[in-house]
């Protein structure tokens, strides 16, 4: 990679959009900067000339409680929403990461859940509206800041999970959710057989993870009165928040995501080495995996995708992701994303390298 780069901070989605209509034209390669949390996501960047970075477009740009819709910049972190959101009770089902920083338009970019992804679905599902600045200069808008809105082609979801290859997203509106009544975080050193109990419980809880080495964890919202009595007829001792988010402090250098049908989960992960780490949402069929070394990882994907899923690396030196491909095998889709390529982002200008076109 070209090491002069040229970092940019515009003040406004205006300002974005002109900064990178002037770099697309004079055929510099852009890359969006939002908290470079998941910088390690996806191929290895050709080229970068141009750092554009979000940080200053910060704002909430409208929250209506009474609605229960938010529109936020997209460099405005998901601890500032949650601030402005936790004085009306309410909040948006993105996990408790204890670390500060991660972008509401990263999040977006790269598509990314957590284990909320059970009862919340993913961000995709409660994305109302986004604001994208394009290479040619312009600001496009798709959805709206009402629940329903959507008519004709659904242009807003080609921007998530698009590792900012088709133009930066400046703002998102959302669907935001009311905090539960009472919630309980519980915890066992059980087994797979424990997760399936308890996926299984008349209240299911909104988040179940499996650990590699036999922990479960469970948290449940609703009344405090069904909460408790799940946890009671689970048994299982009470767990902490600190606790339940331990895992997600650590930033493997070597992590990749398994994606894969629910009920295929068990067999892909039983076939990993044993010497290495993973913890699941059993109840979602997704797995994070922390590999040693990239022939693991040519096995690992082999056997995702034999069961219908993916295996894509979040996070591997250069080199691994050189011999084995952050994505693994191109989609059917292949042709018409190479094609909404070209229409977006004509000259490449946007992230060449990260993502699959
Ligand atoms: C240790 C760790 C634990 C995590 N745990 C979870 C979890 O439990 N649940 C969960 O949902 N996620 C989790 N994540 C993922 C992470 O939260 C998101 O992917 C992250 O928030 C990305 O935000 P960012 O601002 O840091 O993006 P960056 O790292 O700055 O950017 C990531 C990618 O998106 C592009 N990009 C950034 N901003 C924009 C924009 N405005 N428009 C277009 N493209 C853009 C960048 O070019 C880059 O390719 C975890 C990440 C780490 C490192």
Request: charged content about 20%.
């Amino acid at each position: 990679m070209v090491s002069n780069i040229t970092v940019e901070k515009p003040h406004t989605a205006e300002e974005l959009a002109a900064t990178l209509r002037d770099a697309a034209a004079a055929g510099k390669a852009i890359t969006p900067v939002g908290g470079r949390m998941a910088s390690g996501i996806g191929g290895v960047l050709e080229r970068c000339d141009i750092e554009l970075h979000t940080g200053r477009l910060d704002r909430v740009l409208e929250y209506s409680p009474a609605d229960m819709v938010v529109s936020v910049e997209a460099g405005i972190t998901r601890e500032e929403v949650a601030d402005a959101l936790k004085r009306n009770q309410q909040f948006l089902p993105f996990e408790a990461v204890p670390i500060e920083g991660h972008t509401i338009g990263g999040l977006l970019a790269t598509g990314l859940t957590g284990p909320l992804r059970l009862r919340y679905g993913s961000p995709r599902d409660f994305l109302i509206g986004i604001r994208v600045a394009l290479p040619d200069g312009s600001l496009a808008s798709a959805g709206g800041r009402v629940v329903k809105n959507v008519s004709g082609y659904d242009m807003m979801k080609l921007h998530y999970g698009a590792m900012g290859t088709l133009g930066v997203i400046v703002a998102a509106s959302f669907k935001v959710f009311p905090f539960p009544l009472g919630q309980m975080m519980v915890g066992s050193s059980g087994s797979w057989d424990d997760a399936t109990r308890a996926l299984a419980l008349p209240l299911p809880p909104v988040s179940l993870e499996l650990f590699s080495d036999g922990r479960v964890q469970a948290h449940f919202f609703g009344s405090p009165d069904a909460v408790e009595a799940m946890g009671r007829e689970l048994g299982w001792r009470s767990i902490s928040a600190a606790e339940s988010i331990e895992h997600r402090m650590a930033a493997p250098q070597r992590w990749a995501r398994i994606t894969v049908p629910r009920s295929r989960l068990r067999d892909v992960l039983e076939g990993l080495p044993e010497t290495t780490s993973w913890w699941a949402s059993p109840g979602v069929g997704i797995a994070d995996w922390s590999f040693d070394d990239a022939d693991a990882v040519i096995a690992a994907r082999k056997t995702a995708e034999a069961a219908g899923g993916s295996l894509v690396l979040m996070a591997a030196p250069d080199d691994v992701k050189k011999k084995v491909g952050a994505w693994g095998t191109p989609p059917p889709t292949l042709d018409v994303m190479r094609r909404l390529k070209d229409a977006f982002d004509p000259h490449h200008v946007l992230n060449p390298g990260r993502f699959v076109v």
